[in-house]
């Protein structure tokens, strides 16, 4: 049995579909088997963020899952280049209200009997998407930039999320330069906001939306930067011990 994560925020456009996408192909790379469920219904993009969107169109999607929650394998694309990574894609005529959201926990139980992670990308917002997927799911990550309003409204989404999905907080579009200094007060600020173990810290990067606009998953397209700092947190899901603080070059075997 895999375990579920929902990466959240509360907030829009803190990082959560690229975290969800970079974490699930490290996650891969690492030879694990990997579901993501894109439970931003409407405004579906981690297709985009996984190199996948040519790949989704025809097929079925969560609103289709969630008709059958038991037996999801119809609705799950497979990545043809991450191997034992799949998707769910969320709906992007429909809304929340006119799907079935009491079958989505028995979704990602079901799903979560096929693979090692199923990674759930929330919507922005705290209402009944988040509710939906932070429900479901056995643990929670939380996004947020390094600002005050994003760290406020993470702080609260933490609160709803409840102790027992043991939220952990990642920390994205972070000046490279804190990360890589010894002394980065900001980051102890950071923590004391949120109230959060951190689980990591992601710099600012260009090549994240660059990745995204070429159709590749930020992973396979740079060693450096963004995606190191995901190999690194990926890593940390995996129960290894990898310091907060250093950033290394992109390597899986290193
Ligand atoms: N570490 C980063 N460095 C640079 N740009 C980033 C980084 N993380 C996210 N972005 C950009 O921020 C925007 C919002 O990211 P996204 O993952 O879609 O957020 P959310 O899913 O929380 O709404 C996108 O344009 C993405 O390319
Ligand atoms: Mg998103």
Redesign the pocket.
């Known amino acids: 049995m895999g375990v579920s994560i929902v990466?959240t925020?509360g907030?829009?456009?803190?990082?959560?579909?690229?975290?969800?996408?970079s974490l699930a192909s490290c996650l891969s790379a690492l030879g694990k088997t990997v579901i993501c469920v894109d439970a931003?219904i409407g405004a579906r993009?981690?297709d985009i963020?996984l190199g996948l969107s040519g790949g989704i169109s025809g097929s079925l999607d969560l609103s289709d899952a969630l008709r059958m929650p038991d037996e999801p394998g119809a609705a799950l694309t497979a990545h043809p280049d991450l191997p034992g990574l799949s998707l769910i894609s969320a709906p992007l005529t429909r809304r929340v209200s006119e799907l079935d959201t009491r079958a989505f926990a028995p979704l990602i139980r079901a799903l979560s009997a096929r693979a090692d992670f199923v990674l759930v990308?929330?919507c922005?917002g705290l209402e009944d998407g988040f509710f939906m997927s932070v429900n479901a799911c056995e643990r929670a990550v939380i996004?947020s930039t390094a600002d005050a309003s994003s760290l406020r409204v993470a702080a609260r989404c933490a609160q709803l999320t409840g102790k027992e999905k043991r939220p952990r907080l990642i920390v994205?579009?972070?000046n490279p330069k804190l990360i890589v200094g010894r002394n980065a007060p900001e980051i102890d600020d950071i923590m004391d906001a949120t109230g959060l173990p951190l689980l990591g810290l992601?710099?600012?990067?260009?090549?994240?939306?660059a990745a995204?606009n070429r159709g590749v998953p930020l992973t396979l397209a740079g060693g450096t930067?963004?995606a190191a700092?995901i190999l690194r947190i990926a890593r940390r899901l995996l129960g290894e011990d990898v310091p907060i603080g250093r950033m290394k070059r992109w390597q899986v075997n290193g």
Do not use: F
């Not at 907030?11 to 996408?21: I, L």
């Not at 992601?202 to 939306?209: A, F, G, Q, R």
């Open positions: 990466i925020s907030k829009g456009g803190t990082g959560k579909t690229t975290v969800a996408a931003d993009n981690l963020a990308d929330c922005a996004v994205n579009r972070v992601v710099p600012e990067d260009e090549m994240v939306s995204a930067g963004a700092a």
